[in-house]
């Protein structure tokens, strides 16, 4: 089967997948290009078979959503043609669920491909939790490292440091009711 059919490289799909509300989704619209069919068509399907789409399969975005992803991706304003309806969003168990709405050889070899790519996302999402957690151990080892090593380095300063001679006294000297000059106070000559 995969040959019959035009494949979709997984980048593409990777690019279609948006993160709203929470959660990762494809638009109604990109997935009736990556199915072949028009959006009007996919959304009718869906619409006969409501019962298997619950809201958290498939939602309907908000104007604000699709204002801020317009903005995201850099499609063109409102009021040039397009859409007159707010688009629907699957989520990885709403495109599953299409699977058994759409059975065209087409939709069940794409169901496959995103279901993939939606699997590859999640575990590279894993791999860099655990490389952000590694990585925050790591700082946190070093900072006492660090702490530990300026302790060191504090303590080599004050040993590099020469002793402080003590200063010869200058003047009198006064020792129990007698005085007398220093060897430094006395002037040659006299």
């Known amino acids: 089967m995969p040959g019959k059919h035009a494949t979709v490289p997984a980048d593409q799909i990777e690019r279609s997948i948006y993160l709203i509300r929470g959660e990762r989704i494809l638009l109604d619209s990109d997935l009736a290009q990556l199915y072949g069919v028009e959006t009007g068509i996919l959304n009718r399907a869906v619409r006969r078979n ?15 959503e699709v204002e801020d992803l317009r903005c995201q991706i850099g499609t063109s304003k409102k009021g040039r043609g397009g859409r007159r309806y707010l688009p629907y969003a699957f989520t990885e168990q709403g495109v599953a669920m299409l699977s058994s709405v759409l059975k065209s050889p087409r939709a069940i070899q794409m169901n496959v491909a995103i279901m993939r790519t939606f699997v590859r996302l999640r575990r590279e999402l894993s791999t860099h939790k655990a490389l952000a957690a590694k990585l925050n151990e790591l700082e946190r080892k070093i900072k006492k490292h660090d702490e530990s090593i300026e302790t060191i380095f504090e303590a080599i300063r004050q040993l590099m440091k020469p002793p402080e001679k003590p200063r010869k006294k200058i003047g009198f000297e006064i020792k129990e009711g007698r005085s007398s000059y220093n060897k430094s106070s006395k002037r040659k000559g006299k």
């Open 50 to 64: 409501s019962d298997r789409f619950p809201e958290d399969f498939m939602f309907q975005l908000t104007a604000d």
